[in-house]
Nanobody, 123 residues
Framework: QVQLVESGGGLVQAGGSLRLSCAASGRTFSSYAMGWFRQAPGKEREFVSTISRSGGSTYYADSVKGRFTISRDNAKNTVYLQMNSLKPEDTAVYYC????????????????WGQGTQVTVSS
């Protein structure tokens, strides 16, 4: 069992940056690949990025490629999402998730979810 708690959301102007953090409980954090998803009002939850257990492999949605960077610190049981050059269309609740799969970019592939953190980008 893994419990996930996101933080770092907030209000930022377009072009600005935010860094999201997701702290995981338990001593098996390094055995999970981690992902970030987001859900805007009235829309489906969508994949943003994922990182492998060791952090050596990452994958991004086309909409954030080149602007967002996912990373993890297994010693701190934490995964991060650095978001640069933010756009109003990035406004959403951001969720982190954990999976036993090597890599996953579908919502149903993740077993554990955090409660989410709100990111609002003003124009």
């Amino acid at each position: 069992q893994v419990q996930l708690v996101e933080s770092g959301g907030g209000l930022v102007q377009a072009g600005g940056s935010l860094r999201l953090s997701c702290a995981a409980s338990g001593r098996t954090f390094s055995s999970y690949a981690m992902g970030w998803f987001r859900q805007a009002p009235g829309k489906e939850r969508e994949f943003v990025s994922t990182i492998s257990r060791s952090g050596g492999s990452t994958y991004y949605a086309d909409s954030v490629k080149g602007r967002f960077t996912i990373s993890r610190d297994n010693a701190k049981n934490t995964v991060y999402l650095q978001m640069n050059s933010l756009k109003p269309e990035d406004t959403a609740v951001y969720y982190c998730a954990a999976t036993n799969r090597y890599r996953a970019d579908r919502r149903y592939e993740y077993e554990y979810w955090g409660q989410g953190t709100q990111v609002t980008v003003s124009s």
